[in-house]
């Protein structure tokens, strides 16, 4: 079989972590925005109210993390599903470098086996 | 005499372009029992010398004969004809794999991918002169991966394959898995970067075809994840398995 092939995607063990962790994040994540936001509104919706919330460590950093949990679940779930669907080439590579580069190790990149066997 | 009616699948390399599939029926007597494998030995003597199958040991353990047999994978070895339903038997060849000629498929790349992950015990510290102990436990885990008689079921099976050519598959993982788990290895990270990449461990999504597949009731999504957990614990924790 074609060896080269394989070499050319060394790496994946970060994706495939931050992937699930974010999962877990989103998980969790939604769950208390939902609730908090929708299920028990926190008090009356005006201006005050919500400048508050927003105001709080709590809630920003809940936020934050699910803005950023969801940005990588979302962008590296679809460069997968491009994947799946045959579009290893240039595109999918050019998306995996750019969802990609700040998981960057270079052992991701160490060469595969350099035979058969 | 009672009677089985076979559909077998034809395909012939040399023929011009084939439009549609072509499927020959013929009648199989037998007596009390019939295996597909023997119906096809039945055909093969009797009524077109033409057809073309793979076989070997024809008691389930080569992995030759793997088949489509009634819309299941199956050894045609192992299946006897009065245990499937329907009027007719077809039998077809795995699909998803470039072939040889009527049931016989091309398992170039299957066997090309098994070798890839380097298949063999890895031992650096010294052999000892008697045998290397292993504990009941140790032992225990590979009773399930060992049982693989690489048929090529589950690698038939796998959407993953389907999609992406060279995604080493769960037939190679789980004998990445056999020696990987095994307490005797020493591969270390030797062996990883075969199947720590996107064309191996990480592109299986646990669909779980193969295991329905497997004529052997084995279960490569198991051994994939656990070589994706492990993977991790040995990149980040510094773990030995
Ligand atoms: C645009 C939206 C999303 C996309 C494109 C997406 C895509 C993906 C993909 C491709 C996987 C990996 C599947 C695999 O390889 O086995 C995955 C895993 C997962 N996703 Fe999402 N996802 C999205 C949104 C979400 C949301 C909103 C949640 C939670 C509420 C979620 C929870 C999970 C979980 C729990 C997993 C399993 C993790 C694992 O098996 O490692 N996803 N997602
Ligand atoms: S569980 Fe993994 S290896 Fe098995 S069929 Fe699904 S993708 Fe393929
Ligand atoms: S895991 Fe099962 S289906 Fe796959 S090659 Fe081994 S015996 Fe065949
Ligand atoms: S002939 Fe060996 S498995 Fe069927």
Redesign the interface.
């Known amino acids: 079989?074609?060896?080269e092939?394989?070499?050319?995607?060394?790496?994946?063990?970060w994706?495939?972590?931050l992937q699930r962790v974010t999962a877990v994040v989103l998980v969790v994540g939604l769950a208390v925005h939902l609730i908090v936001l929708h299920a028990f509104n926190l008090g009356e919706l005006t201006f005050d109210n919500v400048a508050a919330r927003v105001a709080s460590w709590f809630f920003a950093a809940v936020d934050l993390s699910l803005l950023g949990a969801g940005l990588f679940h979302a962008l590296n779930g679809t460069r997968?599903v491009l994947?799946?669907?045959?579009f290893?080439g240039e595109v999918a590579r050019c998306w995996g470098r750019s969802s990609g580069w700040w998981v960057w190790r270079p052992?991701d990149t160490?060469?595969?086996?350099s035979g058969?066997? | 005499m009672p009677e089985a009616r076979f559909r077998v699948k034809r395909y012939d390399p040399e023929a011009p372009v084939m439009i549609g599939a072509r499927y020959d029926e013929f009648t199989v007597p037998y007596e009390s029992s019939l295996t597909v494998l023997e119906g096809l030995f039945y055909i093969q003597e009797h009524l077109d010398g033409s057809l073309a199958f793979r076989y070997c040991c024809r008691a389930a353990v080569c992995g030759s004969c793997a088949m489509y047999i009634n819309g299941t994978y199956r050894l045609a070895c192992q299946t006897n004809v009065r245990h499937l339903h329907g009027d007719a038997i077809t039998v077809e060849p795995m699909p998803h794999i470039p072939l040889v000629k009527d049931l016989v498929s091309d398992m170039?790349?299957f066997f090309?991918?098994y070798?890839?992950i380097?298949p063999y015990l890895m031992r650096n510290s010294k052999t000892p002169d008697a045998e290397i102990p292993q504990s009941e436990a140790d032992r225990k885990k590979l009773d399930m991966p060992i049982d693989c008689i690489m048929c090529g079921c589950c690698y038939s099976s796998c959407?993953?394959v389907w999609?992406?050519g060279?995604y080493?598959g769960p037939a190679a993982l789980l004998k990445a898995y056999r020696f990987e788990v095994d307490s005797r290895d020493e591969a270390g990270k030797t062996r990883l970067?075969?199947f720590?990449?996107?064309?191996?461990i990480?592109?299986c999504?646990t669909i779980t075809n193969c295991v329905e597949a497997c004529p052997k009731e084995l279960n490569p999504t198991e051994a994939i994840q656990w070589l994706?957990g492990a993977?991790?614990r040995r990149?980040l924790l510094g773990r030995a398995k």
């Open positions: 079989m074609r060896q092939l394989i070499q050319e995607h060394q790496g994946g063990m994706l495939w972590l997968m994947l799946d669907y045959g290893s052992s160490a060469p595969g086996p058969r066997g | 170039t790349d090309a991918k070798e890839a380097k959407p993953s999609g992406e060279s080493l970067p075969s720590d990449n996107e064309r191996g990480y592109r999504h994706k993977t991790v990149r």
